[in-house]
T-cell receptor, first 110, second 115 residues
Framework: ELKVEQNPLFLSMQEGKNYTIYCNYS?????LYWYRQDPGKSLESLFV?????AVKQEGRLMASLDTKARLSTLHITAAVHDLSATYFC??????????FGSGTRLQVQP | DTEVTQTPKHLVMGMTNKKSLKCEQH?????MYWYKQKAKKPPELMFV???????INESVPSRFSPECPNSSLLNLHLHALQPEDSALYLC??????????????FGPGTRLTVL
């Protein structure tokens, strides 16, 4: 059974600081997705990582994928309050289905 | 049109009621999904339709019955639900069922409360 683990589960950080969220998964896959969810809202697609070594950046967020280590990271640079949300990684093992990590609730304090 | 729509936004139903959730996309996507999400938890896959055929049923109780009338529409029929079925129900679609990119686009969800 595929397990997808994120850490930390909760992250409180100050504006302007940098931090990294980690996503580990237990089976072979080269397709990983990052989503953002605001409270009471749906999921918004952030990044699609489809190969080993893939790196994508959008604004203050950068995601990378290391399929050999079965690890993806979401790096936050100079956090701002607007980034406060829950971030999920999701792994596709080829079943046309995504298995989500537990989510990381990010709170950026002014 | 680059969005997935869901109706209703909110639904309150009794345990003896029958109701349906609806999902629609006009992106030409050929795979559609139902997920259930409880508070502070990740979405859990319920069903996958690929080219209008049910391809995955994640051991969901029979009180949930999916239907895919055509490639743009997905329904979830609800009957005799339990209070623990209260959750946010999310519909998603993806464009490449046979391709490598399974990026899924989510609708706004239906918040279901079972009394």
């Amino acid at each position: 059974e595929l397990k997808v683990e994120q850490n930390p589960l909760f992250l409180s950080m100050q504006e302007g600081k940098n931090y990294t969220i980690y996503c580990n998964y237990s089976t072979t896959s080269d397709r990983l997705y990052w989503y953002r969810q605001d409270p009471g809202k749906s999921l918004e697609s952030l990044f699609v990582l489809l190969s080993n070594g893939a790196v994508k950046q959008e604004g203050r967020l950068m995601a990378s994928l290391d399929t050999k280590a079965r690890l993806s990271t979401l790096h936050i640079t100079a956090a701002v309050h607007d980034l406060s949300a829950t971030y999920f990684c999701a792994v596709d093992t080829g079943r046309r289905a995504l298995t989500f990590g537990s989510g990381t609730r990010l709170q950026v304090q002014p | 049109d680059t969005e997935v729509t869901q109706t209703p936004k909110h639904l309150v139903m009794g345990m003896t009621n029958k109701k349906s959730l609806k999902c629609e996309q006009h992106m030409g996507h050929r795979a559609m999904y139902w997920y259930k999400q409880k508070a502070k938890k990740p979405p859990e896959l319920m069903f996958v339709y690929s080219y209008e055929k049910l391809s995955i049923n994640e051991s969901v109780p029979s009180r949930f019955s999916p239907e895919c009338p055509n490639s743009s529409l997905l329904n979830l029929h609800l009957h005799a639900l339990q209070p623990e079925d209260s959750a946010l129900y999310l519909c998603a679609s993806s464009g490449h069922p046979s391709g490598s990119n399974n990026e899924q686009f989510f609708g706004p969800g239906t918040r279901l409360t079972v009394l």
